[in-house]
């Protein structure tokens, strides 16, 4: 089954507007992790928060983390065509187990 | 509809054996990715298969590794000559016919096979 649940399901916005998607989980986790998948292959790890981070940065990736309302939320920011994806969270609790939720579609307009 | 499945979950395996790791997809998905994840770190992608087909391969060992996805059956990710270094959780994703004009890309991910070499 998988746990996290991305919303929105879909987004579309202008190239250079941000992009923020959220993920909900149920259980404690160990981490969260984000991940992106371009049209036809498979998915490309982003980034990976500890349940005892808040936030993380990568280049124009901003990823937080709130374990007490357990959410999480990628935000992308000055996007690009080529962000265009399906963003998919995970999470991986203590026992390592890892579940996906079903993602995200960004579609950033040029 | 049941989801993914792989199976096994668990297989113990001695250095030097080969270890088969099986997924069936989705009914009606005709797409697999195969990814390993080690301790603490993120998936990496191995392969992308089509039934009969190997789309992608880029992220595969070159050596002892092997998948297939047969036109019957499920998807089979085989490790020959097992080594330490190949103790991982090994996920399995399915999706379906990919519709570009509505730009389906949903995974639908399995639990996983964690491989153990001894």
């Known amino acids: 089954s998988q746990q996290g649940e991305e919303d929105p399901q879909a987004l579309s916005i202008q190239e250079g507007e941000n992009a923020t998607m959220n993920c909900s989980y149920k259980t404690s986790i160990n981490n969260l992790q984000w991940y992106r998948q371009n049209s036809g292959r498979g998915l490309v790890h982003l980034i990976l928060?500890?349940?005892?981070?808040r936030e993380k940065h990568s280049g124009r990736l901003r990823v937080t983390l709130d374990t007490s309302k357990k959410s999480s939320s990628l935000l992308i920011t000055a996007s690009r065509a080529a962000d265009t994806a399906s963003y998919f969270c995970?999470?991986?609790?203590?026992?390592?187990?890892?579940?996906f939720g079903a993602g995200t579609r960004l579609t950033v307009k040029p | 509809n049941a989801g993914v499945m792989q199976n096994p979950r668990h297989l113990v395996r001695r250095r030097g054996q080969e270890a088969r790791l099986r997924c069936s997809p989705m009914?009606?998905?005709?797409?697999v990715y195969w990814y390993r994840q080690l301790p603490e770190e993120g998936l990496k992608f191995m392969v992308y298969?089509?039934?009969?087909?190997?789309?992608?391969e880029s992220g595969m060992p070159k050596e002892r590794f092997s998948a297939e996805f047969p036109k019957e059956g499920p998807s089979i990710l085989r490790i020959q000559q097992v080594v330490r270094g190949d103790s991982a959780a090994y996920f399995c994703?399915?999706?379906?016919?990919?519709?570009?004009?509505?730009?389906?890309?949903?995974?639908?991910f399995g639990p996983g096979t964690r491989l153990l070499v001894l």
């Open positions: 994703a399915s999706s379906p016919l990919q519709d570009r004009a509505r730009y389906q890309e949903t995974q639908y």
């Open positions: 928060i500890r349940s005892n981070e």
């Open positions: 298969l089509q039934k009969e087909n190997i789309i992608d």
């Open positions: 009914k009606g998905h005709s797409h």
């Open positions: 995970a999470t991986v609790n203590i026992l390592n187990d890892m579940r």
